[in-house]
Nanobody, 130 residues
Framework: QMQLVESGGGLVQAGGSLRLSCLASGRSFASSFPSSNMGWFRQAAGKEREFVAGIAWSGTGTYYADAVKGRFAISRDNAKNTVYLEMNNLKPDDAAVYYC???????????????????WGQGTQVTVSS
């Protein structure tokens, strides 16, 4: 069974930190993960799903939405088939369901649009209290 499983969400006070993880499991994911760009998106209630961060399959390129630059950091461990999102100095506006997504293998450009990703996790809730 192929799936992306996010974890690490929860309730945090404004100014706090969380670290999200996304594990790619299943034979097909395990073999394609190291060659696939990965992205994190978020969707707040009543809003469109938006790009948060992306990382190239090589791990050498990272990309961020302006709203999270300097506060969030994306990384990956291809040996563990896992991508991470370190979130610092969280704000109430960061509250949303966070999703990880996997691009098609060997794409040259890290996508920033949801429809460009092939697989999605089920999401993990992040709540930020003011």
């Amino acid at each position: 069974q192929m799936q992306l499983v996010e974890s690490g969400g929860g309730l945090v006070q404004a100014g706090g930190s969380l670290r999200l993880s996304c594990l790619a499991s299943g034979r097909s994911f395990a073999s394609s993960f190291p060659s696939s760009n990965m992205g994190w998106f978020r969707q707040a209630a009543g809003k469109e799903r938006e790009f948060v961060a992306g990382i190239a399959w090589s791990g050498t390129g990272t990309y961020y939405a302006d709203a999270v630059k300097g506060r969030f950091a994306i990384s990956r461990d291809n040996a563990k088939n896992t991508v991470y999102l370190e979130m610092n100095n969280l704000k109430p506006d960061d509250a949303a369901v966070y999703y990880c997504a996997q691009d098609r293998p060997y794409s040259y450009i890290v996508p920033t649009n949801p429809w460009e990703y092939e697989y999605w996790g089920q999401g993990t809730q992040v709540t930020v209290s003011s």
